[in-house]
């Protein structure tokens, strides 16, 4: 059974600080995928990383998969009280299809 | 485009009850799956269908059974509800079977008392 765990569970910051939430697994995955979710709403995909070392930018976030394919990062520069919400990985294997393998999520809060 | 619509937003049960969520994925799209968000946890998947076929299942127990119509919107149900099967359930749509994007509903709530 592949399992994926985030860290920290919870995070409470200022803004204008930075946030670093990890995900990490035993299993390999073909891509990894970030989420946001927001209360009452589905997950909205950010990004997906898909080789070994890959890092990706979207504005101030910075995603990176590990060489190995096992583990990811979510990096945070200077969080606005508009990045919180609820932070989820998701890996996928190349015969799984449309099945995701979600890790527990990361609920950030990021406070004016 | 309309986006994934899911239908009831919320729904009140009680034990032993059964339940019927709807799904109407995004239009083009073939492939819907099923997930289940218990409150402070991370979506876990229940079913995939591609062409109104069953192409992957969850752990979870015979209680839970889905199809998928021509038009492939789709429909979850639940039969002898369980406290435990109070949940945020998600449906998401995508093109076909490969590792696409998934794009997700907003849920149906479902409270089980």
């Known amino acids: 059974t592949q399992l994926l765990e985030q860290s920290p569970q919870f995070l409470s910051i200022q803004e204008g600080e930075n946030l670093t939430v990890y995900c990490n697994s035993s299993s390999v995955f073909s891509s990894l995928q970030w989420y946001r979710q927001e209360p009452g709403e589905g997950p909205v995909l950010l990004v997906t990383?898909?080789?070994?070392?890959e890092v990706k930018k979207l504005k101030r976030l910075t995603f990176q998969f590990g060489d190995a394919r096992k583990d990811s990062s979510l990096h945070i520069t200077a969080a606005q009280p508009g990045d919180t919400g609820l932070y989820l990985c998701?890996?996928?294997?190349?015969?799984?299809?449309?099945?995701?393998?979600f890790g527990e999520g990361t609920q950030l809060t990021v406070n004016p | 485009d309309a986006g994934v619509t899911q239908s009831p937003t919320h729904l009140i049960k009680t034990r032993g009850q059964h339940v019927t969520l709807r799904c109407s994925p995004i239009?083009?799209?073939?492939?819907v799956s099923w997930y289940q968000q218990v409150l402070g946890q991370g979506p876990q998947f229940i079913f995939q269908?591609?062409?109104?076929?069953?192409?992957g299942r969850g752990n979870f127990p015979d209680r839970f059974s889905a199809r998928q119509f021509p038009n492939y919107s789709s429909e979850l149900n639940v039969n002898a509800l369980l406290l435990g099967d109070s949940a945020l359930y998600l449906c998401?749509?995508?093109?076909?079977?490969?590792?696409?994007?998934?794009?997700f509903g907003s849920g149906t709530q479902l409270s089980v008392l």
């Open positions: 998701a890996g996928a294997s190349k015969t799984s299809g449309s099945r995701l393998t």
């Open positions: 239009s083009g799209h073939k492939s």
């Open positions: 998401a749509s995508s093109g076909g079977q490969g590792n696409e994007k998934l794009f």
């Open positions: 990383v898909v080789t070994g070392g």
């Open positions: 269908y591609y062409e109104k076929e069953e192409r």
